[in-house]
């Protein structure tokens, strides 16, 4: 049987530092069937240079809508029937594909499923006030698109990333994931090195806080309007 196609949405905005990398350890997974979209974030150094330079990236160039209108934009442009992301800064291990799209294959109740990230700090950087020995020294769990590898069908059901949100529209939409019902699986195995620098968009902390303040008002909107429409139909 073909394996199904991965589509790989690769987030850029002024990348160049980091991009070969990130490219590389896509290109070398063992899955032979994948796409890679590399959206151009509104970059004004390297990083679309940087992006033409390898053949079998399909660049996509947009003015700047922050990290919620890439991914909307790789989405749209994106032919696989199998989806996954990659932050321009964020290395995949050997064998992350075809791990995920194993099981997946094996595991038809599920719609998606997440890996085990790994930080790592970046040799020539200082290590942040807001990252701990802890998050340096330990495997966790990774409610991260960089661990993802959804069905498209998912997506159709769960909606686009919210473009509202400055921060955290993944972590938005994960929540979101979680109340669809959607079954995933969750792998122990480290799928996703996650980079920290100083560039790191996670400092901003102020920001984090306010958007994920509106989050929760959001889903516990969602979860008010749900129940009032199962005790309508209870009364109709």
Excluded at 129 to 134: E, K, L, S, Y
Excluded at 204 to 209: A, C, E, I, Q
């Amino acid at each position: 049987m073909k394996p199904r196609l991965i589509s790989v949405i690769v987030p850029a905005y002024n990348a160049e530092k980091y991009l070969n990398e990130t490219l590389d350890s896509i290109f070398s997974q063992d899955y032979e069937s994948q796409e890679v979209i590399v959206v151009d974030d509104g970059s004004t150094d390297g990083t679309a240079a940087i992006a033409k330079s390898y053949p079998k990236v399909r660049y996509v160039w947009q003015h700047n809508q922050g990290d919620a209108g890439a991914w909307n934009t790789g989405l749209s442009h994106a032919a696989g029937e199998l989806i996954s992301f990659l932050d321009s800064d964020d290395l995949w291990p050997p064998g992350k594909s075809s791990r995920q799209a194993e099981f997946l294959a094996g595991h038809a109740e599920c719609g998606c499923v997440i890996g085990g990230m790994r930080n790592f700090l970046q040799p020539d950087a200082v290590q942040p006030f807001w990252v701990t020995d802890q998050m340096l020294s330990q495997d966790c769990k990774a409610y991260s698109l960089g661990a993802l590898l959804a069905h498209r069908w998912v997506f159709q059901q769960v909606g686009d990333f919210d473009q509202a949100l400055d921060f955290g529209a993944d972590l938005d939409w994960f929540v979101r994931l979680v109340e669809s019902g959607i079954a995933f699986g969750a792998l122990s195995d480290v799928l996703l090195r996650r980079r920290i620098h100083a560039g790191n968009r996670s400092a901003n902390n102020v920001f984090k806080g306010q958007d994920r303040v509106r989050m929760l008002k959001r889903s516990i909107d969602r979860k008010r309007a749900k129940a009032l429409q199962v005790n309508v139909a209870l009364t109709a």
